[in-house]
């Protein structure tokens, strides 16, 4: 079983950055695919960027491409998501959660754990 807690989220202005961060316990962590989610107020949860187990293969939703990146410590448990140039339309709880294969790593329900969430807001 693993357990995930998001951190870092807050309020910035347009063209910040955030660093979010997902730390795990539990489980085995390091074979884990890990994805970043985001929801925004009536709107569906939508992927943003995942990364592989041990060898970090990663990939990235169109809408955040060459903004965000996505890493892991995994001798910390730790994945990460820096989020750069960020706009309005960024806004929304942003997730972390774990899988324990690759495929279909686009699709929320093939999640098995997830974190609670952390707000990020970005004002224009």
């Known amino acids: 079983q693993v357990q995930l807690v998001e951190s870092g989220g807050g309020l910035v202005q347009a063209g910040g950055s955030l660093r979010l961060s997902c730390a795990a316990s539990?489980?085995?962590?390091?074979?884990?695919?890990v994805g970043w989610f985001r929801q925004a107020p009536g709107k569906d949860r939508e992927f943003v960027a995942v990364?592989?187990?041990?060898?970090?293969?990663?990939s990235y939703a169109d809408s955040v491409k060459g903004r965000f990146t996505i890493s892991r410590d995994n001798a910390k448990n730790t994945v990460y998501l820096q989020m750069n140039s960020l706009k309005p339309e960024d806004t929304a709880v942003y997730y972390c959660?774990?899988?324990?294969?690759?495929?279909?790593?686009?699709?929320?329900?093939?999640?098995?754990?997830w974190g609670q969430g952390t707000q990020v807001t970005i004002s224009s």
């Open positions: 959660a774990a899988k324990n294969s690759w495929a279909d790593y686009t699709t929320p329900a093939l999640y098995a754990y």
């Open positions: 539990g489980g085995t962590f390091s074979s884990n695919a």
């Open positions: 990364i592989s187990g041990r060898v970090s293969i990663t």
